[in-house]
T-cell receptor, first 111, second 115 residues
C-alpha cells in the first residue's frame, strides 16, 4: 500500500537548470496537490488539480508548471530553477471528504 | 496576510502531562479544520478534524476544540507521550470537499515531549 509516491527524494540543481518532480498515487483519488515547505513558513500551495484534465494555481505558482498526466500522476516542473526555489516539496491527494494524504517529500537544493 | 496562525513555534511538555496546541484563523469562510502531524523526513499525516457545526471532537488521546466566535481552535493531547514529539500543523478550508477544495496551513508548532 504505497499511497502517495514522490520521486526523487533528493535533488541538487544549478541555477537555470530544469527539473520535473514526479508524484503518483494509488488510491484512485480525484484531486492532487503540490505544496512547498520552507523553514518557518508552513506548507504553501503551489498548484492543484481537482480532477484529471484540470489544473489551477495556488498561493505561490510563479516559476512552476504542472501536468496532470492521468488520474494517478501529477508532475511539477521547474523550467529555470532559482535559489529561491530551494525547498521541500510535498505532493498530496484526496477524494470526496477524506483528508489529504501526503507523500514523503522531495528535498530540492538549488545552487 | 496569514489566514491561519500558530503563534507558538515550539512547546515542551513532560511525559504524561497535557499538551495544548493553539491555532487562530482570520477567514470567516473557513468551516472545516484539521490537524496534521509531521515527523522529520516524512510527509504530514492527518490526525483529527472538526467541522464548524461542532465545538469538540475526540479521538483517543486527541481532542480538538473549536471556538467560532473567537476564531480559535486548540488541540489537546492527554496524556502526552514521547512519540508525540513532532511538528503539528493546523489547517483550514472552506468546505470539507469538492472540486475547489484547498487547505490553508499554519506555520506549525514543534512539540517536544520529555520522558
Amino acid at each position: 500500500n504505497a499511497g502517495v509516491t514522490q520521486t526523487p527524494k533528493f535533488q541538487v540543481l544549478k541555477t537555470g537548470q530544469s527539473m520535473t518532480l514526479q508524484c503518483a498515487q494509488d488510491m484512485n483519488h480525484n484531486s492532487m496537490y503540490w505544496y512547498r515547505q520552507d523553514p518557518g513558513m508552513g506548507l504553501r500551495l503551489i498548484y492543484y488539480s481537482a480532477s484529471e484534465g484540470t489544473t489551477d494555481k495556488g498561493e505561490v505558482p510563479n516559476g512552476y508548471n504542472v501536468s496532470r498526466l492521468n488520474k494517478r500522476e501529477f508532475s511539477l516542473r521547474l523550467e529555470s530553477a532559482a535559489p529561491s526555489q530551494t525547498s521541500v516539496y510535498f505532493c498530496a491527494s484526496m477524494t470526496g471528504v477524506e483528508p489529504q494524504h501526503f507523500g514523503d517529500g522531495t528535498r530540492l537544493s538549488i545552487l | 496576510d496569514q489566514q491561519v496562525k500558530q503563534n507558538s513555534p515550539s512547546l515542551s511538555v513532560q511525559e504524561g502531562r497535557i499538551s495544548i496546541l493553539n491555532c487562530d484563523y482570520t477567514n470567516s469562510m473557513f468551516d472545516y479544520f484539521l490537524w496534521y502531524k509531521k515527523y522529520p523526513a516524512e510527509g504530514p499525516t492527518f490526525l483529527i478534524s472538526i467541522s464548524s457545526i461542532k465545538d469538540k471532537n475526540e479521538d483517543g488521546r486527541f481532542t480538538v476544540f473549536l471556538n467560532k466566535s473567537a476564531k480559535h481552535l486548540s488541540l489537546h493531547i492527554v496524556p502526552s507521550q514521547p512519540g508525540d514529539s513532532a511538528v503539528y500543523f493546523c489547517a483550514a478550508s472552506a468546505g470539507s470537499g469538492g472540486s475547489n477544495y484547498k487547505l490553508t496551513f499554519g506555520k506549525g508548532t514543534l512539540l517536544t515531549v520529555n520522558p
